[in-house]
């Protein structure tokens, strides 16, 4: 069952190549530029006039959810807010009818979620399911929708429910860019063909498996570890901290690179790993003079950059290269290597990776 694997959480990590490209095949069509969500066809005028959208989600949901803001805002040119659906829910938010609230659950069954959807829709706003579990509470509650078929994720740490999800929202974000005209038509094609690029991407960015073991040794008896991004990259270096916190019980944090001096930089001395994602396209200079900032306090580097990168690898202790591609994408691919080194670390430390204490598979409680 878990296909030659020792844990559910590896397999579905390397699942992930299939899982993008289920998600996207007939929806896509590459060559005619053409892209097929009847979720999203029979809501057009609905949704591509939203005066907002607000997405709702939890954990790794709503880091799917602000990678989705950028996205969206970018093509699509609609404001996004993104909310944690806990907060959402119990602090009587701005909501009309000319809003859009976009749920986004892997297993359709967050109670928060459900509730803050059950509210929106109260208002009068039109709710728009991402879910991962065919039928489930959420999908069901939801005017529409559009589910990722990124197949059953068993490990308690999402992993390929993440990348699936940004998958949906980047074809959504695309289709209603086209509709508006907020993209152009080279543009959206050029989007097209890079994504059909990505599951082979995420294949080579996988190669970095061996390398990604050594770094897990070397750091996995650190108690803090940080991790930076920026832009697209923000919510990734969020995701990376959840997934090391979660299964190796290590105390991570994820922060815009740029916060570093509004704080976090105290806590760098030569026993802090940063994990810093630093790929070429978006605020690369920026976040190489962050990198220099790390070094100069000692602080131990792991960059994530761009194949053939050579400006880093100058400064970083360890350098994981992935694939180029453009800017929006790059979380499909900067997201994996930190999927595979919390999944080590927590190997080494001998933690049960597929059903980490205290944690569980879909939170049907508030
Ligand atoms: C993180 C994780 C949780 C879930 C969160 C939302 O690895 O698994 O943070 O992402 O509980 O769950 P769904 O997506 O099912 O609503």
Redesign the pocket.
């Known amino acids: 069952e878990k296909g030659g694997y020792e844990h559910f959480m590896l397999k579905e990590i390397h699942e992930q190549p299939n899982a993008i490209s289920d998600t996207y095949r007939g929806r896509m069509l590459a060559d005619k530029g053409i892209i097929r969500m009847a979720g999203v066809d029979d809501n057009m005028e609905r949704i591509a006039n939203a005066k907002r959208i607000i997405i709702v989600?939890?954990?790794?949901?709503?880091h799917a959810g602000l990678v989705a803001e950028y996205i969206f805002e970018d093509i699509a040119r609609i404001p996004v807010e993104v909310e944690y659906a806990s907060e959402f829910r119990y602090r009587n938010p701005v909501i009309t009818e000319n809003d859009v609230v976009i749920a986004?659950?892997?297993?359709?069954?967050?109670a928060d979620?459900m509730a803050a959807i059950k509210l929106a829709k109260e208002k009068g706003a039109f709710a728009f399911g991402v879910c991962?579990v065919v039928g489930s509470s959420?999908s069901r509650e939801t005017h529409a929708g559009a589910y990722t078929h990124a197949g059953p994720e068993i490990g308690?740490?999402?992993?390929k429910?993440f990348t699936t999800q940004i998958t949906v929202l980047t074809l959504m974000a695309l289709k209603l860019g086209k509709f508006k005209g907020t993209i152009s038509q080279s543009d959206f094609q050029f989007h097209l063909q890079e994504m059909e690029r990505i599951p082979e991407k995420v294949k080579e960015a996988l190669k970095s498996d061996k390398l990604i073991q050594e770094v897990a040794f070397k750091y996995k008896d650190a108690p803090n570890c940080l991790y930076l991004g920026r832009g697209y990259n923000f919510p990734v270096a969020l995701e990376g901290a959840?997934?090391l916190k979660?299964i190796s019980y290590i105390h991570a944090e994820g922060y815009p690179a740029a916060e570093m001096k509004h704080g976090p930089i105290a806590l760098i001395d030569e026993q802090m790993p940063v994990v810093v994602i630093a790929t070429k396209k978006g605020h690369y200079e920026k976040v190489v003079s962050n990198i220099q900032e790390i070094k100069s306090r000692k602080g131990k580097i792991i960059a994530v950059v761009t194949k053939g990168d050579e400006e880093v690898r100058e400064l970083a202790d360890y350098v994981i290269e992935v694939p180029e591609t453009i800017e929006s994408l790059t979380p499909l691919l900067t997201t994996i290597p930190l999927q595979l080194l919390s999944y080590h670390i927590a190997v080494m430390l001998g933690k049960n990776v597929d059903q980490p204490r205290n944690?569980a598979?879909?939170?049907t409680v508030e």
């Open positions: 989600a939890c954990g790794t949901s709503w986004i659950s892997q297993s359709g069954e967050t979620t991962n959420i308690v740490a999402s992993t429910a959840l997934k979660e944690l598979k879909s939170v």
